[in-house]
Each structure stands twice: as structure tokens, then as C-alpha cells.
T-cell receptor, first 111, second 110 residues
Framework: RKEVEQDPGPFNVPEGATVAFNCTYS??????FFWYRQDCRKEPKLLMS???SGNEDGRFTAQLNRASQYISLLIRDSKLSDSATYLC????????????FGAGTRLFVKA | DVKVTQSSRYLVKRTGEKVFLECVQD?????MFWYRQDPGLGLRLIYF???????EKGDIPEGYSVSREKKERFSLILESASTNQTSMYLC?????????FGPGTRLTVT
């Protein structure tokens, strides 16, 4: 089993749609969680951190379910510019630096 | 504005060549990382460094070495390039948790 698993997609949605991605992780001791965005042929960039109580940033909502070991990203009112690959990222505990990236979920938003 | 730069965007090398990939960050970050990214596999950590002259192996260090002589610079070395090292190489720095990536070097080994 992969340490961090994501549905690779692609998700093809029309503009204005709501789309959700899930990501599961295997290490229950994982400490920090993030969503990164990677545009085609570009480097990954932090989209948002994921907090235990859930958090929102504009059209984006991230949630963490520790009991089931998954995190989610919800995008409301999709824009063409949201088309990208979304990487789920998990940082493990223990004072180390082990950060595990999921393989990503591709999203295409169409007019 | 944070910045991580990598020496080359595209590189083509022959099997057996020694390859140097350079990464420089201007954010005074302690931690620096080298990843490779391959389709369907995501980013895999090769090496990381948490201080000058300190280095730790990541998940796939075989065939690679690193050097960190100055805080801002972290170099990845392919001692003898092989075709299975054809990949996108991404450098990152972080403090404390958010990682800032360079633009990547697409290396092709023929």
C-alpha cells in the first residue's frame, strides 16, 4: 500500500461545478497535511495547509479525518484557471523531515 | 518574494557521464531537498539537508550524492548517469513546513 494515495483522475468538470478530491494516508502518526497545486510543466506550490478542524480559503475547503486517515479538498465554483494537478502532502511526526507527496489528481475545468 | 533557482531547465547527458545539478535559495532556509518526479509515482525524495555539510538519505538515494558547502546552495550529483535516471528533478527549501520549489531540471540520459 502506498503511503499517500490519490485518485489520479482526470476529473473533467464544467466551469462553476463543485469538485472534491480525497487522499488517504497510511501512517496514523502523521502530523501535518497540505494540498499543493502543480500546473503543467511547473513546480508544485502550496495551495493550503489542512487543519484538524477544517479550513477554508475562498473557494477552497480542506478537511482532515484522522480516524479514517484521509484528507479532502473541495473546490466550489470551479474556474478554468483551477485546471492543474493537486498533490496531497503528508508530513510525518518524530522531529524528522519526512514529507510524502501523493502522485496527484489531475483536474480539467472546461468552459 | 521567495526564490529557488536551479542551474538548468533542460539537460541531456550520455550514459556514464557525471552530472551536477545545482540549486540555490535566497530565503536563508535551513532545510533543502532534492526530489525526482516521474509520471504516476509522484515526487520521491532523493536526499535532504538540514544544515551546511549535513545530509540525509531520502527514499531513493542510490546512484546519487549531494553536497552542501554553503547554506544557500545544495547540489545533486549523479556519479555515473544511467538511462533510468531520466526524470524531472526538483529542488526545494523549507522553513518550517512549507516547501518552496525551484522550476525543475528535466534530465534526459541517452
Amino acid at each position: 500500500r502506498k503511503e499517500v494515495e490519490q485518485d489520479p483522475g482526470p476529473f473533467n468538470v464544467p466551469e462553476g461545478a463543485t469538485v472534491a478530491f480525497n487522499c488517504t494516508y497510511s501512517n496514523s502518526a502523521s502530523q501535518s497535511f497540505f494540498w499543493y497545486r502543480q500546473d503543467c510543466r511547473k513546480e508544485p506550490k502550496l495551495l493550503m495547509s489542512v487543519y484538524s478542524s477544517g479550513n477554508e480559503d475562498g473557494r477552497f475547503t480542506a478537511q482532515l479525518n484522522r480516524a479514517s486517515q484521509y484528507i479532502s479538498l473541495l473546490i466550489r465554483d470551479s474556474k478554468l484557471s483551477d485546471s492543474a494537478t493537486y498533490l496531497c502532502v503528508v508530513k510525518e511526526s518524530g522531529g524528522g523531515f519526512k514529507t510524502i507527496f501523493g502522485a496527484g489528481t489531475r483536474l480539467f475545468v472546461k468552459a | 518574494d521567495v526564490k529557488v533557482t536551479q542551474s538548468s531547465r533542460y539537460l541531456v547527458k550520455r550514459t556514464g557521464e557525471k552530472v551536477f545539478l545545482e540549486c540555490v535559495q535566497d530565503m536563508d532556509h535551513e532545510n533543502m531537498f532534492w526530489y525526482r518526479q516521474d509520471p504516476g509515482l509522484g515526487l520521491r525524495l532523493i536526499y535532504f539537508s538540514y544544515d551546511v555539510k549535513m545530509k540525509e538519505k531520502g527514499d531513493i538515494p542510490e546512484g546519487y550524492s549531494v553536497s552542501r558547502e554553503k547554506k544557500e546552495r545544495f547540489s545533486l550529483i549523479l556519479e555515473s548517469a544511467s538511462t533510468n535516471q531520466t526524470s524531472m528533478y526538483l529542488c526545494a527549501s523549507s522553513f518550517p513546513s512549507e516547501q518552496y520549489f525551484g522550476p525543475g531540471t528535466r534530465l534526459t540520459v541517452t
